[in-house]
């Protein structure tokens, strides 16, 4: 049920639909394929993680390639997210796009025949 309450929220959808097709992210990423602010993906996230749906995967040292400073080599944490179980987050996002097809051709196929 938190998944479902979750997808009909447009920014929520977006993050969850993200990382269903190329999660592990890190949320840089997510605040740059969705164009939204970086608090309102923050706030976002973190409900995500409170209803269990996504989990963060792993924690990432990526190189910095402008901070090479001789012979040290500069690293930054990054936390990758992911969802918690992906196949039932992909069943739910099919199944329910699959649901609101089903209405609309239904609803123009009425009107049409009127």
Do not use: H
Not at 14 to 25: A, N, T, V
Not at 38 to 57: E, G, V, Y
Not at 77 to 105: C, F, G, W
Request: net charge positive; hydrophobic share 30%.
């Amino acid at each position: 049920m938190g998944v479902l309450g979750n997808l009909r929220n447009q920014t929520s959808y977006e993050i969850i639909k993200l990382l269903s097709e190329r999660g592990p992210i890190s949320q840089q990423e997510v605040v740059k394929s969705t164009r939204k602010a970086a608090s309102t993906i923050s706030w976002r996230m973190k409900k995500l993680l409170d209803d269990n749906i996504i989990c963060i995967k792993d924690k990432d040292y990526n190189y910095d390639e402008n901070k090479d400073f001789g012979s040290k080599i500069q690293y930054k944490k990054v936390k990758l997210y992911d969802l918690l179980n992906r196949n039932l987050v992909n069943d739910l996002i099919y199944n329910t796009n699959k649901y609101i097809d089903s209405m609309v051709s239904n609803y123009s196929e009425m009107v049409d025949s009127l």
